[in-house]
């Protein structure tokens, strides 16, 4: 099952709004990384935390790693139409190995 | 380089049968991992090799399932008399490993398989 707790669950936005989600986890994780996935597809890698505090960006997404290595908000500024879709957070335990998926937030755009 | 790959897309199938999907990863990749993902859930990682060897399986691989990699290049996930339970989208994933960061994993467009 999923060990990683993501929310909110859905958001419904105005175009041009700001996001922001987050992910919380009972255990301590060694890399966050942050997913999009459109219907019937894969998820697309969108930004990946390697170390407790880091802040990174991507366009007008920004994610953080937890000092507690516990937790990772992403921030999506100005959002637009194509912004639709779920995003799931994901931890690695040990480098590389297997990831732990959130259960995603879906994510609604209105133009 | 086209990304990682997945064939088929869809399957249909009838419980009971056997069904195989294939996933060719990003080609420099070593390492290889299946996930699987129902609806409504994040996906749920099943077993990952590091050339050809399989170096680890989740509890989720029950004796039904099982995967190869025989020459480190593509693999295959073969799901023995199916069940209505695994219906779900199969997801294949390829990362470099170099024993240091970056260690992101690329996703394929994955396998959606209804047992009937």
């Known amino acids: 099952g999923q060990q990683l707790n993501q929310s909110p669950q859905s958001m419904f936005i105005q175009e041009g709004e700001d996001v922001s989600m987050n992910c919380t986890s009972s255990?301590?994780?060694?890399?966050w990384l942050w997913y999009k996935q459109d219907p019937g597809e894969g998820p697309v890698l969108l930004i990946a935390l390697y170390k407790a505090g880091e802040l990174t960006s991507n366009g007008r997404l920004t994610a953080q790693f937890g000092i507690t290595r516990k937790d990772s908000f992403l921030n999506i500024s100005a959002s637009i139409p194509s912004d639709v879709g779920i995003y799931f957070c994901a931890g690695q335990l040990t480098n590389n190995n297997d990831m732990r998926f959130g259960a995603g937030t879906r994510l609604t755009v209105k133009p | 380089d086209t990304g990682v790959s997945q064939d088929p897309r869809h399957k249909i199938t009838k419980r009971g049968q056997n069904v195989t999907f294939r996933c060719d990863p990003i080609s420099e990749h070593n390492r290889l991992y299946w996930y699987r993902q129902t609806l409504g859930q994040g996906p749920e990682f099943l077993t990952y090799f590091q050339n050809e060897a399989q170096l680890e399986k989740s509890r989720l691989l029950s004796d039904r399932f099982s995967a190869e990699r025989p020459k480190g290049s593509f693999s295959t996930l073969e799901i023995q008399r199916t069940e209505q339970g695994d219906s779900a989208m199969y997801l294949c994933?390829?990362?470099?490993?170099?024993?240091?960061?970056?260690?992101?994993?690329?996703f394929g467009p994955g396998t959606r398989l209804t047992v009937t």
């Open positions: 994933a390829s990362s470099h490993y170099s024993g240091r960061p970056p260690y992101e994993q690329y």
């Open positions: 255990s301590i994780f060694n890399t």
